[in-house]
Structures are given as structure tokens and as C-alpha cells.
């Protein structure tokens, strides 16, 4: 399809595990979110890449988070140490650089679970 | 800093209903305004946007008018659809000094809409 694909779906993981979540953008869009949404909860920013940089990491939540996208397409939000209150839908967004509309085309979301 | 609040749900209307979401918003400058929607099993999508004061923007039978001096930005529908069930979230643009796009989301609100 041509919409923005997150894998895993879901992951289960058990507390202090490292995890890997995955984003494939639109085709074209060079912009690319990472938002973490929990339950009853807005999405909350995380990170924002304008190519293979990181141009704003201000909400990733502390130093066990972190996220690359080196050739400038897909992007890996990686985990350590993972803990329970990291349990949430971690959603990718991509859209043009650049672009006014401020339209953000999501993914269907990677569901993580931390035990 | 910048911040979206939107009703609290769950909205619960029968079909042919009139709906309003309401929503207001913080923010210094002058930020694009967006409602977006989450149906069951889907990424969230944009439903509309209004980019300056007094724009209303429409779409699929709702609509929502940027008034700068209430600051809000209510999503109004005539009458709701069984299909019209989904989250709504609505959000600003924190474009900053620069061109992001990155999103500031408030909390969602479940409509449930009955035959």
C-alpha cells in the first residue's frame, strides 16, 4: 500500500528488555514523527526527522529512547531497558518538508506492552 | 507553552443528531488548527484544518470556524452518522521558528453514534 507502515503491530516485551519499533514512511515524504500515545490519551510528540536528522528530540521522555532514519526513509524508534510505564501505542507519521498544510498522514500504530 | 483542550467523552448521540466537540487552545503566534480522526482499527487521518482566524474548514459534513478571540476551533456536525463513531482529536500546528509540522494533540473524544 502506499501509506505509512509500522511493524510490529503489537510486542510484548518484559521489563528491562530492548526493543525495536519500525516505520516505513510515505514514498516521497521526507518529513518523518515519532508520537507516543497512552491510554485515554492524546498523541504526544516524541521526535521529528527532516531527512536522516533529527532536526527536534525534545519529547523523547529521557536518554532510553532513541530514534535513527540513516538513509532518510525508514526510521527505528529503539527502547532500552524497557519499563512498564513505556507501555503505549508508539504511532509514525510522515508528511512533506516543508509543506503548509500541516497535514500529517499516520500509521495504524505499534501497540507495545512491557510486563 | 502551547496546549489543546478538548470535551471530555464519550459523546453518545443517537442518528441524525446534531454534534459538537468542543475545543480551545493556547498558543502564542498564530498556529494552524486541525481536527483529526481515529476510526476503529485505523490510523489517525485528518478530518479538516483552518490555517487563520476566522477560516472554517469542512469536510464530509463537518465543519469547525478558527475564531481567534474565544481561541477555539468547535467541531459541528448537522447530523451524525453510525459511521461517524470514531475518536476526534483536535490539534495545533507548533511550527516554531521554523517549517515543521509537528503536531500538539488534546486528549480525543469517543463519539458513539446509535441507530
Known amino acids: 500500500g502506499a501509506g505509512v507502515s509500522q511493524t510490529p503491530s503489537n510486542k510484548v516485551t518484559e521489563k528491562g528488555k530492548y526493543v525495536e519499533l519500525r516505520c516505513d514512511p510515505i514514498s516521497g515524504h521526507t518529513a518523518l514523527y515519532w508520537y507516543r500515545q497512552s491510554l485515554g490519551q492524546g498523541p504526544e510528540f516524541l521526535i521529528y526527522?527532516?531527512?536522516?536528522?533529527?532536526?527536534?528530540d525534545s519529547g523523547l521522555p529521557n536518554d532510553r529512547f532513541f530514534a535513527v532514519r540513516p538513509e532518510g526513509s525508514v526510521s527505528t524508534l529503539k527502547i532500552q531497558r524497557t519499563e512498564r510505564g513505556d507501555s503505549a501505542v508508539y504511532l509514525c507519521?510522515?508528511?512533506?518538508?516543508?509543506?503548509?498544510?500541516?497535514?500529517?498522514?499516520f500509521g495504524e500504530g505499534s501497540r507495545l506492552t512491557v510486563l | 507553552g502551547n496546549s489543546v483542550t478538548q470535551m471530555e467523552g464519550p459523546v453518545t448521540l443517537s442518528e441524525e443528531a446534531f454534534l459538537t466537540i468542543n475545543c480551545t487552545y493556547t498558543?502564542?503566534?498564530?498556529?494552524?488548527l486541525f481536527w483529526y480522526v481515529q476510526y476503529p482499527g485505523e490510523g489517525l487521518q485528518l478530518l479538516l484544518k483552518a490555517t487563520k482566524a476566522d477560516d472554517k474548514g469542512s469536510n464530509k459534513g463537518f465543519e469547525a470556524t478558527y475564531r481567534k478571540e474565544t481561541t477555539s476551533f468547535h467541531l459541528e456536525k448537522g447530523s451524525v452518522q453510525v459511521s461517524d463513531s470514531a475518536v476526534y482529536f483536535c490539534?495545533?500546528?507548533?511550527?516554531?521558528?521554523?517549517?515543521?509540522?509537528?503536531?500538539?494533540f488534546g486528549t480525543g473524544t469517543l463519539l458513539a453514534v446509535q441507530p
Open positions: 490539534a495545533l500546528s507548533d511550527r516554531g521558528g521554523g517549517a515543521t509540522n509537528k503536531l500538539i
Open positions: 507519521a510522515s508528511s512533506l518538508i516543508g509543506g503548509t498544510t500541516g497535514e500529517l498522514f
Open positions: 498558543a502564542t503566534g498564530y498556529p494552524s
Open positions: 526527522f527532516q531527512g536522516t536528522g533529527a532536526a527536534d
